[in-house]
């Protein structure tokens, strides 16, 4: 049966925006700024909101479900008015009452800040599982950090990143509810103090130490048509109390100074770090923040309506994303045990049945290690239980090993100890802490399993599963591609805007000449619309008619921007050297921000600016490439971006990418795939099949048998293989800079041992031949007009495993265990 649609009263929205003009700005429409015509139609849209936030919260209150806290120090929103509307099902009300108000919705939704709390792929899955948890209607908290500068805004001047602060509140955000009355104490350094109390019990005081005041900010994570709102909780830091300047103790001064100090710098800024820990002592103290906050309120909300504390993991469960939010494995013990006096065993019977680990890399950069002293300075008694967690863990393996043929104890120990060299291994503490660790695609599950966590799987196999990222849907297709969308569902209805696999339907239609020119022609107007975008920020002149082919996400080494430019610089010499050779016109768009302190990511993203100065400013080149660098890569422009891609580009060294997500995404919208077997790129050719997409370079077990035995030499294939050499030399030869020794350290990576590292640690020039091998059958593909319709479509249509809603229902199934909510929709 059919679902009725939710109702929203267009005439009383009219009505509301004019209001709220009027009492928030003392302005009419006339006068208002697009900036606060934007927010009086927020705050109209988020008066809608509340009724069903408020009938949610109610359902929950009656029918007691199981809550999943989804804890994560990033969560990548992007922008919320147009997503908002679109799971309220009031997109085309609103954009009616907007036209008869004389105002354009886009433009409107282009008034928003985008709320940028995350770094990229583990923040935006985090978005992407709160928009599917609400629409699959479970109760969620998705539970983080309110940063005031979320991540910094990329400006490219003279060809090189320059770092902008994003002041994303600087309006106020009006989709966000304060809510003071549920504020927390986070409690930091002194000491702890141990006594018996009258009740003969051990007591653990920390004293002496440093407060702040967590805040919570709530903001409505809307469910599909189904009027389940759940919340994001993002906690900001205030101080405690207002000090009196007049003080006459010297120490209480001193104190209260540094904690006002400490509540003002905590939430100032996310760290811009993806794979790579800075071990800064900051980035701890947020940890903890957020994590005892967060804890600490879902403790008390079980309490409101159970009295035993013993069964908190029937009613809660904690899924930690990656291991920085771990310190809430030993926060709820310390809760258990200090507030509400469980024994040690019992309270680690409930922290293990209520915490899960969900693992995104294997970058060994990336593992969170926290020096014992640091550790310990902050974070006294966390520390205590850490530290006799690990007691009683090494105790575990060497029952478990002492007298086992064969098995060498002390090394078990070295590789699975939480605290060992000095350091606090995070990753350990999530797996000994929780009853679940799982992967984010099958080969990333294997390899954990095979490889970085081999001893932990081998003594706790149970606890390992693989959960297959996903995405939502709702924002990339519905929104970011409502002509496709539509399309879509004149062809199957549209039930597959909550259940994916429907799009498997649109097999019917590949080989239907009719459909195959429809499906293209909206590839054609969404070109159109970047290469506008394009034409608009970069001043470059790109052809919609040309293969969009787009390589946008982080910039890291292992993702190989690197490689795509190479490949890239080798063919503007060879169009060059041969100007009469067939040449399908291409245009090579990337986007990608680089941590601000990671030199070579950098300079890749010079290099790439200065390629496509000198290319596109080549008159012998007649256009037929053209090279784009999308300032500021975010998701309000990469949803433009997915929309138009031809050719998504996902050629990481294998092994190396846990899933990607990009990838899904640009399936979804018709893109075809050229790419390594890596992360979730093996699932997407598994479903597509091998003859729609284009698989190159080295397989993940070439990639590990090379790194175990050091015998990989890429001056060997330098020195033998001519096209590899060009293009190597092209980096230095002035080619694309008058200094020559500009792009000097990326040859030298590429080719010597730098700092430590292999030369080429990513296997570039082992990839070379097979990638350029790879770009010559796609251009040949999509010049068989036919032959490229038909493999677009297949990639839409075989998209249906990767919807986010399929991942969270693999992880309720077989991990959470959630109830469903039971809602009546309005
Ligand atoms: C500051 C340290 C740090 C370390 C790791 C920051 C951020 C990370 C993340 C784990 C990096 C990340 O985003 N990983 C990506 O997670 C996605 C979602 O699972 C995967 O699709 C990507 O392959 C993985 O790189």
């Given at each position: 049966m059919k679902k009725k649609p939710l109702s929203f009263d267009k005439d009383l929205f009219k009505r509301s925006v004019l209001y709220n003009v009027k009492t928030l700005y003392r302005k009419t429409m006339e006068e208002a700024t697009p900036q606060e015509i934007y927010q009086a139609a927020a705050y109209a849209i988020k008066d809608a909101i509340v009724d069903h936030w408020m009938t949610t919260q109610k359902a929950a209150a009656e029918q007691d479900p199981k809550i999943v806290y989804y804890m994560s120090m990033e969560f990548l929103m992007g922008r919320a008015f147009g997503n908002n509307l679109i799971n309220l099902q009031a997109y085309k009300p609103v954009k009616e009452a907007l036209d008869e108000l004389g105002l354009d919705v886009n433009l409107v939704e282009d008034?928003?800040?985008?709320?940028?709390?995350g770094n990229g792929g583990l923040g935006r899955l985090a978005a992407c599982f709160l928009d599917s948890l609400a629409t699959l209607g479970y109760m969620a908290y998705g539970c983080g950090i309110r940063y005031k500068y979320g991540m910094f805004r990329q400006q490219i001047k003279d060809g090189y990143q320059v770092e902008v602060p994003d002041t994303w509140l600087e309006n106020g955000n009006p989709f966000e509810l304060r809510r003071s009355e549920l504020a927390k104490e986070v409690k930091f350094g002194g000491y702890v103090n141990m006594f018996t109390d009258e009740y003969g019990r051990t007591i653990f005081r920390q004293e002496g130490y440093q407060v702040v005041r967590a805040v919570p900010y709530d903001l409505p994570v809307i469910g599909y048509g189904n009027g389940v709102v759940d919340t994001l909780r993002i906690w900001d830091a205030e101080p405690i109390q207002c000090f009196q300047l007049d003080s006459f103790d010297k120490g209480d001064y001193q104190k209260a100074v540094e904690q006002e100090n400490l509540a003002s710098q905590l939430c100032e800024v996310l760290y811009p770090n993806d794979n790579h820990i800075a071990g800064k002592e900051l980035r701890l103290k947020q940890q903890y923040f957020f994590i005892s906050a967060s804890v600490q309120t879902a403790v008390q909300r079980y309490l409101r309506n159970h009295d035993d504390i013993r069964k908190l993991y029937e009613k809660t469960v904690f899924q930690l994303n990656?291991?920085?939010?771990?310190?809430a494995v030993a926060e709820l013990m310390r809760i258990l045990m200090d507030d509400y006096y469980l024994s040690w065993d019992d309270a680690w019977d409930v922290t293990t049945k209520t915490c899960c680990y969900t693992n995104h890399t294997i970058m060994s950069e990336a593992l969170e290690k926290w020096p014992v002293d640091l550790f310990q300075r902050l974070l006294p008694r966390i520390y205590q239980i850490v530290d006799e967690i690990n007691r009683r863990f090494v105790d575990q393996i060497m029952r478990t090993y002492s007298g086992s043929a064969g098995i060498d104890v002390q090394a078990k120990i070295r590789s699975m100890a939480i605290l060992y060299d000095n350091q606090v291994k995070m990753a350990h503490l999530a797996i000994v802490g929780g009853h679940s660790v799982n992967g984010v695609a099958k080969l990333h599950t294997e390899i954990l399993k095979q490889r970085e966590l081999k001893d932990f799987y081998e003594m706790m196999p149970e606890k390992f599963n693989n959960k297959t990222n996903g995405i939502t849907q709702r924002r990339f297709l519905m929104h970011a591609n409502p002509l496709l969308a539509d399309w879509v569902t004149e062809k199957i209805g549209d039930d597959w805007i909550t259940d994916l696999s429907q799009m498997d339907k649109l097999k019917d239609f590949v080989n239907d000449k009719k459909a195959q020119a429809e499906f293209m022609d909206i590839k054609l107007k969404n070109k159109q619309r970047l290469a506008e975008y394009i034409l608009e920020h970069n001043g470059v002149k790109v052809d919609p008619k040309s293969i969009f082919d787009v390589q946008v996400k982080r910039l890291h080494e292992y993702k190989r921007q690197l490689l795509n430019i190479l490949t890239v610089m080798y063919k503007y010499h060879d169009i060059k050297s041969h100007p009469n050779k067939d040449f399908y016109p291409k245009t090579y768009i990337f986007g990608a921000k680089a941590a601000a302190g990671y030199l070579t990511a950098k300079l890749t993203i010079k290099l790439i600016n200065s390629v496509a100065e000198v290319i596109n400013n080549d008159p012998d080149i007649k256009g037929k490439i053209k090279v784009v660098f999308i300032e500021d890569y975010r998701v309000s422009n990469a949803e433009l971006i997915f929309a138009a891609a031809d050719v998504s580009e996902q050629?990481?060294?294998?092994?190396?990418?846990?899933?990607?997500?990009g990838n899904m995404k640009m399936m979804l919208n018709g893109a075809v795939t050229i790419g390594t077997m890596d992360g979730a790129n093996v699932e997407i050719v598994n479903e597509v099949g091998e003859e729609n997409a284009f698989i190159f370079g080295l397989s993940s077990q070439e990639v590990m048998e090379y790194e175990k035995n050091g015998n990989y030499n890429p001056m060997d294939i330098y020195n033998s293989d001519p096209n590899v050499k060009k293009a190597l030399d092209m980096l230095v030869d002035g080619t694309f800079s008058?200094?020559?020794?500009?792009?000097r350290p990326l040859y030298n990576c590429l080719l010597n041992k730098v700092g430590g590292n292999r030369a080429d640690q990513y296997f570039i020039l082992k990839d070379f031949e097979s990638y350029l091998e790879a770009q010559k059958k796609i251009s040949d593909a999509y010049a068989d007009k036919k032959r490229w319709a038909k493999m677009a479509l297949m990639n839409t249509a075989c998209c249906g495993k990767f919807s986010s809603d399929r991942t969270i229902q693999e992880y309720v199934d077989e991990v959470w265990h959630l109830d469903k909510l039971n809602v009546e929709a309005k």
């Open positions: 008034q928003e800040p985008d709320p940028a709390l990656d291991t920085h939010p771990t310190v050629i990481s060294t294998a092994s190396k990418e846990a899933s990607g997500t008058k200094d020559k020794e500009l792009f």
